[in-house]
């Protein structure tokens, strides 16, 4: 099953934050995320481990919730160059780094 | 280059058509996968090499698609009888082992 993102899209102002939400209803090994921007690949951003410590990619952190199989991405003072589609995608356990991903949740940052 | 190399970046076929689409992955990294992505929607697995044998292809849809990684490096996808259906990106991804997903531009199919 494809892990549920929330919100599916948010727009915000240059410096504002915002969080976005990842829940899985399988088990998790990790948890991973990807910027994507139109046309473009997606792009690493960070993975949380199962039993691992809060992630930071600049101003982005992220928290992995393993009782609830929940993970978080914070956005802090957004930049104009956060926009794009952000994607969590799941590895159950002995997943061979076999991600499933959600669909994604589209930020656009204006000025 | 430094990245992960695609071909053709575009095309369009025929439904009924055979296509074949080319991934050639970062020098070194010995994971590739295949994804497929619809408008909108993210990244659909479809199959995974670790070397030159496909290790989890549980994702292909159904036998018209296959993929081979004969000498562990270049892969190809291919897709017989081409529908509609099958338009999308298809995307390769290469990894080294550490988690991160080095993804490629994509193939854009388009069946008409």
């Known amino acids: 099953q494809q892990p549920v993102q929330s919100p599916q899209a948010v727009i915000l102002r240059e410096g504002e934050d915002a969080v976005i939400n990842c829940s899985s209803s399988k088990a998790l090994y990790s948890v991973h995320w990807y910027r994507q921007k139109h046309g473009e690949a997606p792009v690493f951003l960070m993975i949380?481990?199962?039993?691992?410590e809060q992630m930071r990619h600049e101003k982005i952190s992220a928290s992995f919730n393993e009782k609830k199989q929940q993970s978080s991405l914070y956005l802090t003072a957004s930049q104009l160059s956060y926009s794009g589609t952000y994607f969590c995608g799941t590895e159950v356990p002995f997943g061979n780094e076999k991600l499933t991903f959600g669909t994604g949740t589209r930020l656009t940052i204006i000025p | 280059g430094a990245g992960v190399s695609q071909t053709p970046s575009n095309k369009v076929t025929e439904k009924g058509k055979y296509v074949e689409l080319r991934c050639d992955p970062i020098?070194?990294?010995?994971?590739l996968y295949w994804y497929r992505q619809s408008l909108g929607q993210g990244p659909e697995f479809l199959i995974y090499f670790q070397g030159t044998g496909a290790a989890d292809d549980s994702g292909l849809p159904n036998d018209r698609f296959f993929a081979v990684r004969p000498e562990g490096s270049v892969s190809t996808l291919k897709i017989q009888r081409t529908e509609r259906g099958d338009s999308a990106v298809y995307l390769c991804a290469s990894s080294r082992g550490t988690g991160e997903l080095f993804f490629g531009e994509g193939s854009r199919l388009t069946v008409l």
């Open positions: 949380l481990l199962k039993g691992g």
């Open positions: 020098s070194g990294h010995t994971a």
